[in-house]
């Protein structure tokens, strides 16, 4: 079946330092969806990735989806104490509705 | 700002008892689903309901899982006989019409933290 890859498992980094996330499927995608878990919250949804190649930024975030559609990648410029989380991709198949979730990327931010 | 409520938010039982975890999706949503997460692990789909069936399960929803939309707002996840291996944070997810103003966002809830014991 579908699998979605997402790596580091981990990231520490400093207050101010650049963050970036990488999302691998095996198979080709409808769409990616990429979410945010705090310690002990929910996933929240962030962004949607539909069209090839598509970039889509929100302030410090900026999210790719890649030209065959398969990756995605997540950046965030001057991280902040607030950024903390669990970062999860969410690929899209043919089965609407059903999200393949990737193992999530672990922030951390140093003051 | 509408949200996914569940309860309990934390429930727990003992190996091979029954359990039943309610959702109620936001209230103009017609496609819902259940997600699992395993403690330190990664949020895995179990099953997908639209139109008052099962659009699509995942291998993990086998016969000890069900799903009804009893009425018009709730949405449950029963356990028929629970496994220590079930021990997990439950998420409900509720989402609008594709094209619609959320475009594909699904909306979780809180989650139910279920114990095995």
């Known amino acids: 079946g579908q699998q979605v890859m997402q790596i580091p498992q981990y990231q520490h980094v400093q207050e101010g330092e650049d963050f970036t996330t990488y999302c691998n499927s095996s198979t080709t995608l409808s769409n990616i969806q990429w979410y945010k878990q705090r310690p002990g919250g929910h996933p929240v949804f962030l962004i949607q990735l539909v069209k090839s190649g598509e970039v889509k930024k929100q302030k410090r975030l900026t999210f790719q989806f890649g030209e065959a559609k398969k990756n995605s990648s997540l950046h965030i410029t001057a991280t902040q104490t607030t950024d903390v989380g669990t970062y999860f991709c969410?690929?899209?198949?043919?089965?609407?509705?059903?999200?393949?979730f990737g193992q999530g990327t672990i922030l951390t931010v140093h003051p | 700002e509408p949200e996914v409520t569940q309860t309990p938010s934390h429930q727990v039982t003992q190996m091979g008892q029954e359990v039943i975890l309610r959702c109620v999706p936001i209230s103009n949503h017609l496609y819902f689903y259940w997600y699992r997460q395993i403690l330190g692990q990664k949020v895995e789909f179990l099953v997908s309901f639209y139109n008052n069936e099962i659009s699509e399960k995942s291998e993990i929803f086998d016969d000890q899982f069900s799903v009804e939309r009893p009425d018009g707002s709730n949405f449950t996840l029963k356990i028929r006989s629970t496994k220590l291996e079930d021990s997990a944070m439950y998420f409900c997810a509720s989402r609008g019409l594709a094209g619609g103003p959320f475009g594909n966002e699904q909306f979780f809830g809180p989650g139910t933290r279920l114990t095995v014991l």
């Open positions: 969410a690929g899209e198949g043919t089965s609407y509705g059903k999200l393949t």
